[in-house]
């Protein structure tokens, strides 16, 4: 694209827009439409495709590969997608990963308009935090941000109070360092583990998906910066995400895939929506004139505006009609596109100023327009405590056995100053966020071996430095941490004198599995990924086999944002498993806090944890169904729970599971119909000997008759305060009856007669029950 033609023509109108600012919260409708008339045919085509970086052009393709050979390498499939411009779009898609814009680093902003005496408007990562550089040339200043828990395990909290509390602290970040909306939430179903963006999705549920994402804009929004809600929509695979098509019935896209983004929308109004780069039943998603314009805007009241993920490089007239108002970064083919659809009238003006509008309606508020002096200085140190406090609060405890040394006492927590044997490389160099864009760029990241000796714990010295000296000589082959790579090193393969010296000087073992994901690629089926790998396994049956001669606890923390094949595991009988996720930069004190009992672990998993790879409905077609472009839904909507539900079959983990240092009793549960609401209560009682939290999941089974429904479905969910030993409290939890309702041949139908609801501490534990007739 003519960069210089842009700029000049766009200061001619945009000089207009100052002073247009809010007036009373409200924006300026009349201002914004005085601008878009006075707007030529160029400066519209020019306004609705966006830049992500102003002053360099990109590299030719040899150059391209010489500065940045990772990336070329990852994303040649793509390039190949990207069709006719091929390299060209190749290389200015590298380009976007070292924007030096107004805020160095961030994903992108819109052009540089000198006259409109206003600075670009900025767009940021991402889900886990803001992404920029964290450095500047010739700057002496930082600029790091806050490295918060990944999506994952802030769904795993089940508390959206909490979430709300911490995306606040993140959108401080957003409006202190300049950029004006944050990209993110993302809220894409976990359709199968193996998508390598999950860590970055909350669940395989739309409810717990759509009620998080719900207040985790809430949370950023307050701070009067913007969010983009995205992938809009099912985009729930990494491979070949630019031209699969996903092949979906209607019904799954309302109840499963669409569910969670409506819950948003109408909860919460993000800012922006972000369209996915995939096909749905055909149409590229930011061509889908049904799914941007009828259903978001149309059904759903949507207010914001939609923009393209990046280098989304699908035809610009075709993007437009369908009401995907912002082209993210756009190429010059779609400039030219818009500009020639408008000139011979194949694009119809009034569409064009339509977007422009949405765009602009959404910009007046932002801390650009009106004049916010940004500090550059967030409160870091606030946030490193939130971030340390919701790394606990996600954290799920799937075993934990009566401990070997005292049958009366668990194997969690360990005893306060224990000497601990760690044994995995991610003890010592922890796995704190994924990968791509939803890395952030932190000041400093806590080990676990940091983290228990913070927390008084001793750690057993040997073995430490045989992992610290093996992974120092490790960091010198591998390229260190970037956008596209965070190194994760062959497991050091210990040996059983090593073990043995290690475990007999301590009181426990503890034994820490990670895995890294990021954009770009799906997980493999595969030794290291999905399954262990060799050293993996035989390190972890070394080190049960000479802790449990040795009578000490053997304890597994799992340093990941999404599962992995268990069966290896299982079968080295650990005592006791820890759930830590990818917990962001404060993780090693908050995993230290949860072993130590400081915390009682709270979390309960948001997806089906299965026995086995193939027993995923979704494994048969995963990431394709045929050839290397095509995925068909073919469970519809028995995705996760409902699926194992349909299918009566067992998983390791159920949904929704997760035990505590204490002991939760239901009951007293009622269901009463109230207007168009059901009304739920339920008493939960803290049984046990310490303090703790209970997530309480209502789900709902409705007569089935006249429909195939799921066994039951999420509906609400509630979390307890922290509840002494003894005290007990009464949830009351609303559920509208229209979402009880499936959709039928075109239209949402709740099914006349009995609905049970359960109060569960997992899919599968439901605790109490309650009928009601509709
Ligand atoms: C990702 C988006 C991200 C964008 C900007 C894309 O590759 O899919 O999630 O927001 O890049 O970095």
Redesign the pocket.
């Known amino acids: 694209m003519n960069r210089k033609l842009i700029t000049l023509t766009m200061a001619m109108s945009i000089t207009t827009l100052v002073g247009c600012n809010e007036k009373n919260g409200a924006v300026d409708q009349a201002a914004i439409d005085e601008i878009v008339a006075g707007m030529t045919l160029e400066e519209k085509a020019a306004f609705v495709i966006g830049t992500n970086r102003v002053s360099e052009t990109p590299p030719d393709a040899p150059e391209c590969i010489k500065k940045y050979p990772l990336i070329c390498e990852k994303f040649q499939h793509e390039a190949d997608s990207f069709g006719v411009n091929g390299w060209e779009d190749l290389q200015q898609f590298v380009s976007?990963?070292s924007t030096q814009g107004r805020v160095p680093g961030a994903?992108?902003q819109h052009y540089e308009l000198p006259s409109l005496k206003m600075r670009p408007f900025v767009?940021?990562?991402?889900?886990a935090g803001l992404?920029i550089d964290a450095k500047r040339e010739g700057d002496q200043g930082e600029y790091y941000c806050t490295a918060f828990p990944t999506e994952t395990a802030l769904a795993a909290t089940w508390d959206t109070e909490l979430v709300e509390r911490v995306t606040r602290a993140m959108g401080e970040e957003v409006k202190e360092y300049g950029v004006d909306i944050l990209?993110?939430p993302?809220i894409n179903i976990h359709r199968n583990p193996l998508c390598g963006?999950n860590f970055?999705y909350f669940s395989e549920d739309p409810l717990l998906a759509g009620k998080m994402a719900s207040a985790y804009i809430n949370g950023v929004q307050q701070n009067g910066v913007g969010v983009?809600l995205?992938?809009f929509a099912v985009?729930n695979q990494e491979t070949h995400?630019n031209g699969v098509n996903e092949v979906v019935s209607m019904r799954a896209m309302r109840e499963i895939y669409l569910r969670g983004f409506e819950i948003a929308v109408k909860e919460s109004q993000p800012w922006t929506i972000?369209s996915?780069?995939n096909k749905i039943n055909g149409t590229f998603a930011s061509e889908n004139k049904w799914l941007l314009t009828d259903l978001l805007r149309g059904e759903w009241g949507y207010e914001g505006f939609v923009m393209t993920?990046?280098?989304a490089q699908e035809n610009g007239v075709r993007q437009q009609m369908a009401g995907n108002d912002l082209i993210?970064p756009g190429s010059q083919r779609q400039y030219e596109e818009i500009l020639n659809g408008l000139k011979d009238g194949s694009l119809k003006e009034e569409v064009v100023d339509r977007n422009i509008k949405n765009i602009l309606g959404i910009m007046m508020k932002t801390p650009t327009a009106l004049g916010y002096e940004y500090s550059n200085k967030p409160d870091l140190q606030a946030h490193a405590a939130v971030t340390r406090e919701v790394a606990c609060e996600g954290m799920v405890l799937l075993k934990n056995e009566p401990a070997r040394a005292n049958k009366d006492a668990m194997t969690l927590p360990l005893n306060a100053g224990a000497k601990v044997a760690l044994f995995g490389n991610s003890c010592y160099d922890i796995l704190v966020g994924g990968s791509?864009?939803?890395n952030v760029n932190r000041k400093y990241k806590i080990s676990l071996e940091e983290g228990m000796k913070n927390g008084g714990f001793i750690v057993e010295n040997a073995i430490a430095d045989a992992y610290t000296k093996y992974l120092d000589a490790e960091k010198k082959k591998l390229p260190a941490e970037n956008f596209w790579t965070v190194p994760v090193y062959d497991e050091l393969l210990i040996t059983e004198a090593q073990a043995k010296a290690a475990i007999e000087a301590s009181d426990a073992a503890i034994f820490s599995i990670c895995r890294m994901a990021g954009?770009?690629g799906d997980r493999k089926n595969e030794p290291g990924d999905w399954q262990l790998s060799a050293n993996e396994k035989a390190n972890i049956d070394l080190v049960s086999r000479v802790a449990h001669e040795a009578g000490k606890a053997f304890v597994v923390v799992l340093d990941m944002g999404n599962i992995i094949d268990f069966t290896d595991v299982l079968a080295a009988q650990p005592d006791a498993v820890l759930h830590a996720w990818l917990g962001g930069q404060e993780a090693g004190n908050s995993i230290a806090d949860v072993l130590g009992g400081k915390v009682n672990p709270c979390g309960k998993l948001p997806m089906t944890w299965a026995k086995k790879y193939e027993d995923y409905a979704s494994s048969k077609n995963f990431p394709f169904s045929e050839g290397d472009s095509i995925t068909r839904y073919e469970e519809d909507v028995f995705v996760g729970y409902r699926q194992f539900d349909a299918d009566k079959l067992a998983p390791l983990f159920p949904f929704g599971y997760g035990l505590s240092y204490t002991n939760f009793a239901y009951d007293e549960m009622t269901a009463k119909v109230n207007g168009d609401k059901v009304t739920v209560r339920v008493k939960v009682t803290n049984t046990g000997k310490v303090a703790g939290r209970e997530v309480v999941q209502i789900y709902a089974s409705a007569p089935g008759k006249t429909m195939k429904k799921p066994v039951k479905e999420l509906k609400a969910f509630g979390k307890t305060a922290l509840l002494e030993p003894g005290k007990s409290e009464v949830l009351t939890l609303t559920i509208p009856v229209e979402s009880l309702a499936s959709w039928g041949k075109d239209k949402w139908e709740v099914e006349p007669g009995e609905y049970t609801f359960s109060a569960a501490a997992s899919a599968a534990d439901v605790r109490q029950t309650a009928k009601v007739k509709m």
């Open positions: 976007t990963y994903a992108g767009y940021a990562d991402g889900p992404r990209l993110a993302a963006r970055e983009s995205k992938h985009n995400r972000m996915s780069y993920d990046w280098w993210m791509g864009s939803g954009e770009g």
